[in-house]
């Protein structure tokens, strides 16, 4: 029994069924209360403000909608995010169950509350909602989904270039910044990462094997008979038959030692 199945068994009554839904549709309200600039200010995550006392923002940040994007696109963009958070927290929950999906999602709120509170990194939901998708596409690589509306693309190829995304910003950020990139997404990390280390060192053991298989495999252009007269092989000539003399070499049956009985 794992680990994750002996937390379900004990604490499986604290799973809150339809969770991303909820999410989903307090975000959809939050855009919408939103139009006026100071009520997104009063959600936003700021430890500051929450060490005097304002501690709703350790839970309504998650509702936020990105504020760039929503700026740019508006409501376009809110409804396909929405849409698309209740699409693959269908999928994680369908494929996951309630309980787990609700560990996942709490102990990716507490990472990215303690970026910022010990790291001065303030990820807001991005972080959180990315581990969402990384999740979804763990478990349905081949979903297509459908980019700016009119691009095809497997939901793994779109993860692959996020996260490329995100290795050149650990990779060029401060160490601050690489610690939080770290504690925001501890939740994929504690739940996918020994998956993802076994893929990785049994695709490292089946290539190796390939290679040595490969490296003692004879092609089929090489030749396994030879004449040490002539030279002759079974790929110069299908037809001849070889044998091994006493002295060790082998010959084709034209020119075989006469004086020496073939070795089979």
Request: glycine share 6%; aromatic share 16%.
């Given at each position: 029994m794992s680990w994750l199945d002996r937390l379900e068994k004990r604490f499986g009554f604290l799973a809150i069924p339809g969770l991303i839904r909820i999410v989903a549709g307090f975000t959809a309200l939050v855009f919408l209360l939103s139009l006026n600039p100071d009520f997104r200010s009063v959600l936003e995550l700021r430890p500051a403000l929450i060490r005097r006392g304002e501690v709703w923002r350790l839970v309504t940040y998650i509702f936020l909608p990105p504020a760039d994007l929503t700026q740019r696109f508006g409501v376009i963009w809110t409804?396909?995010?929405?849409w698309f958070l209740w699409f693959i927290g269908e999928g994680l929950e369908h494929a996951w169950g309630t309980f787990r999906l609700t560990l996942y999602f709490i102990?990716?709120?507490?990472?990215t509350t303690a970026a910022a509170?010990?790291?001065?990194?303030?990820f807001s939901n991005t972080m959180l909602m990315a581990s969402l998708f990384y999740a979804f596409a763990y478990f349905y690589?081949?979903?297509?989904?459908?980019?700016a509306f009119i691009l095809p693309l497997k939901v793994k190829w779109v993860a692959w270039l996020s996260a490329l995304f995100l290795v050149f910003g650990f990779a060029a950020g401060p160490n601050s910044q690489r610690l939080a990139l770290l504690v925001a997404l501890s939740?994929?990390?504690?739940?996918?990462?020994?998956?993802?280390f076994q893929r990785a060192r049994h695709r490292q053991e089946v290539s190796a094997r390939r290679r040595r298989f490969e490296a003692s495999s004879r092609s089929e252009n090489e030749a396994l008979h030879k004449?040490?007269?002539?030279?002759?092989?079974?790929?110069?000539d299908p037809n001849l038959d070889f044998r091994v003399a006493r002295d060790g070499e082998e010959y084709c049956m034209a020119h075989l030692p006469k004086a020496e009985s073939p070795v089979r």
């Amino acid at each position: 029994m794992s680990w994750l199945d002996r937390l379900e068994k004990r604490f499986g009554f604290l799973a809150i069924p339809g969770l991303i839904r909820i999410v989903a549709g307090f975000t959809a309200l939050v855009f919408l209360l939103s139009l006026n600039p100071d009520f997104r200010s009063v959600l936003e995550l700021r430890p500051a403000l929450i060490r005097r006392g304002e501690v709703w923002r350790l839970v309504t940040y998650i509702f936020l909608p990105p504020a760039d994007l929503t700026q740019r696109f508006g409501v376009i963009w809110t409804i396909f995010a929405v849409w698309f958070l209740w699409f693959i927290g269908e999928g994680l929950e369908h494929a996951w169950g309630t309980f787990r999906l609700t560990l996942y999602f709490i102990v990716g709120m507490i990472g990215t509350t303690a970026a910022a509170f010990f790291l001065g990194v303030n990820f807001s939901n991005t972080m959180l909602m990315a581990s969402l998708f990384y999740a979804f596409a763990y478990f349905y690589p081949d979903q297509v989904i459908y980019v700016a509306f009119i691009l095809p693309l497997k939901v793994k190829w779109v993860a692959w270039l996020s996260a490329l995304f995100l290795v050149f910003g650990f990779a060029a950020g401060p160490n601050s910044q690489r610690l939080a990139l770290l504690v925001a997404l501890s939740n994929f990390l504690i739940f996918f990462g020994p998956q993802l280390f076994q893929r990785a060192r049994h695709r490292q053991e089946v290539s190796a094997r390939r290679r040595r298989f490969e490296a003692s495999s004879r092609s089929e252009n090489e030749a396994l008979h030879k004449c040490a007269t002539c030279g002759a092989t079974e790929v110069t000539d299908p037809n001849l038959d070889f044998r091994v003399a006493r002295d060790g070499e082998e010959y084709c049956m034209a020119h075989l030692p006469k004086a020496e009985s073939p070795v089979r």
